[in-house]
């Protein structure tokens, strides 16, 4: 059937990797007048922010907060430890870490470089390589992207660590969990991470433009020694303000504190550890259904190891560039928004399915069901009982 009218009326579903869906929640939090910024409930409100955060982060250390989308933190935390000059080592599973690196280079650091394509976790061997040539310690900082989200990797941040302590190497441990906070477990401080950076928009569900830089003693450390940090970019007068106005160097962004707030209550009423666990279960129906199309030949999941993959984010390739008509079908018939590709060779051939945030069985079903319907009308050809074998996952008997 052609030309037929379009189904795309009703609630959408915007299932890309970033902006993810708000809740109601959060929406219903912030419609609400300009609160006073000197006095009262915003100002005795902060606090809660900032100890909810951390328990999010699972770290009892320091939490700046920042104006900024995840770009901004990626600087922010860049200027608090990093002078110009000094070496920083980006071992890079995906776009995104590149994107780090050249923030790096663009305040004046020398990037080492350790690229591990588009489609595989970080290669310890060449780590550790890295790390044991650097006998001066020239090495100041190590980035490390826990998901990138353009390839859907997931690396592993604890085996990293060990690495570092294993070779005696002084670097800071700096985490990107933009993709990865309320989604993947992460554990700033059990795992060893000094500096972590992260965003709103994601797993935390609020509308982008509030970004957080968590660090440790030891990266205090770092940022005492520097010679100097900008003055909008220092974490210092951030995490332990004696104004209100410090916490912001200016205006707080008061309508995503009340969004934030109220994320962070879903967050600790659902509880961090269901809240890893519905990930993971919602997860593994999406790839046992993108598996068993893949038995078609024509589409294919970018990371092939389960053990590697991000539970917030697939990132996938169809033969022919058909990722993109699938994209606009999905979007245009359907109501169903999907992750473009990026980083990859061929940009058509490949999109993302983002699940992360706000999301729950009946809507991953409805995203499978949506891809599902384009690959049928695309006449792609597909393995058959992908959305059988995805509810069986979810009925807890895949
Ligand atoms: C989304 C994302 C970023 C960039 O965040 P912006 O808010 O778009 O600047 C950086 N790193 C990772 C891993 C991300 O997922």
């Given at each position: 059937?052609?030309?037929?009218?379009?189904?795309?009326?009703?609630?959408?579903?915007?299932?890309?990797?970033?902006?993810?869906?708000?809740?109601?929640?959060?929406?219903?939090?912030?419609?609400?007048?300009?609160?006073?910024?000197?006095?009262?409930?915003?100002?005795?409100?902060?606090?809660?922010?900032?100890?909810?955060?951390?328990?999010?982060?699972?770290?009892?250390?320091?939490?700046?907060?920042?104006?900024?989308?995840?770009?901004?933190?990626?600087?922010?935390?860049?200027?608090?430890?990093?002078?110009?000059?000094?070496?920083?080592?980006?071992?890079?599973?995906?776009?995104?870490?590149?994107?780090?690196?050249?923030?790096?280079?663009?305040?004046?650091?020398?990037?080492?470089?350790?690229?591990?394509?588009?489609?595989?976790?970080?290669?310890?061997?060449?780590?550790?390589?890295?790390?044991?040539?650097?006998?001066?310690?020239?090495?100041?900082?190590?980035?490390?992207?826990?998901?990138?989200?353009?390839?859907?990797?997931?690396?592993?941040?604890?085996?990293?660590?060990?690495?570092?302590?294993?070779?005696g190497h002084p670097a800071l441990l700096m985490a990107d969990c933009i993709a990865s906070l309320g989604c993947d477990r992460f554990e700033m401080d059990a795992w060893g991470v000094d500096v972590t950076v992260t965003?709103?928009?994601?797993?935390?569900?609020?509308?982008?433009?509030?970004?957080?830089?968590?660090?440790?003693?030891?990266?205090?450390?770092?940022?005492?020694?520097?010679?100097r940090v900008s003055q909008y970019w220092d974490w210092q007068p951030r995490a332990n303000p004696e104004m209100f106005y410090q916490y912001f160097n200016g205006t707080a962004p008061t309508h995503h504190l009340y969004?934030?707030r109220a994320a962070l209550d879903m967050i600790h009423a659902e509880g961090i550890e269901n809240v890893w666990a519905r990930h993971e279960h919602l997860a593994t129906a999406v790839w046992t259904a993108c598996e068993?199309?893949?038995?078609?030949?024509?589409?294919?999941?970018?990371?092939?190891?389960?053990?590697?993959?991000?539970?917030?984010?697939?990132?996938?390739?169809?033969?022919?560039?058909?990722?993109?008509?699938?994209?606009?079908?999905?979007?245009?018939?359907?109501?169903?928004?999907?992750?473009?590709?990026?980083?990859?060779?061929?940009?058509?051939?490949?999109?993302?399915?983002?699940?992360?945030?706000?999301?729950?069985?009946?809507?991953?079903?409805?995203?499978?069901?949506?891809?599902?319907?384009?690959?049928?009308?695309?006449?792609?050809?597909?393995?058959?009982?992908?959305?059988?074998?995805?509810?069986?996952?979810?009925?807890?008997?895949?």
């Amino acid at each position: 059937m052609t030309n037929q009218v379009s189904l795309a009326q009703g609630r959408e579903y915007l299932a890309i990797p970033g902006p993810s869906v708000m809740p109601d929640a959060v929406l219903r939090a912030m419609h609400r007048p300009s609160p006073n910024i000197y006095d009262g409930e915003l100002i005795e409100m902060m606090p809660t922010l900032t100890d909810d955060l951390r328990r999010v982060a699972r770290t009892r250390h320091n939490v700046a907060i920042y104006i900024a989308n995840g770009h901004g933190t990626w600087e922010a935390a860049l200027s608090n430890v990093i002078a110009p000059g000094e070496t920083v080592l980006a071992p890079a599973s995906g776009r995104f870490t590149h994107g780090w690196a050249e923030m790096a280079e663009g305040i004046g650091a020398q990037v080492e470089m350790l690229d591990f394509g588009t489609a595989s976790p970080w290669g310890f061997d060449r780590i550790a390589e890295a790390l044991s040539a650097d006998t001066e310690h020239r090495i100041k900082a190590v980035l490390a992207v826990h998901v990138d989200t353009s390839s859907s990797v997931r690396n592993d941040i604890p085996t990293l660590r060990a690495l570092l302590d294993d070779l005696g190497h002084p670097a800071l441990l700096m985490a990107d969990c933009i993709a990865s906070l309320g989604c993947d477990r992460f554990e700033m401080d059990a795992w060893g991470v000094d500096v972590t950076v992260t965003a709103c928009q994601k797993g935390l569900m609020t509308p982008a433009g509030v970004g957080f830089v968590f660090f440790n003693d030891k990266a205090q450390a770092k940022r005492a020694a520097m010679p100097r940090v900008s003055q909008y970019w220092d974490w210092q007068p951030r995490a332990n303000p004696e104004m209100f106005y410090q916490y912001f160097n200016g205006t707080a962004p008061t309508h995503h504190l009340y969004g934030l707030r109220a994320a962070l209550d879903m967050i600790h009423a659902e509880g961090i550890e269901n809240v890893w666990a519905r990930h993971e279960h919602l997860a593994t129906a999406v790839w046992t259904a993108c598996e068993i199309w893949s038995e078609g030949g024509a589409l294919h999941l970018n990371v092939a190891d389960r053990a590697h993959r991000s539970r917030a984010v697939t990132a996938l390739r169809l033969t022919d560039g058909l990722g993109t008509p699938l994209r606009s079908y999905t979007e245009t018939q359907l109501g169903l928004t999907l992750g473009i590709g990026l980083g990859m060779a061929d940009t058509d051939g490949c999109f993302r399915l983002g699940h992360m945030g706000h999301v729950n069985g009946q809507m991953i079903m409805g995203m499978l069901g949506g891809v599902e319907t384009a690959m049928a009308a695309l006449n792609i050809p597909r393995g058959k009982g992908a959305l059988e074998a995805a509810a069986a996952v979810l009925a807890g008997q895949g």
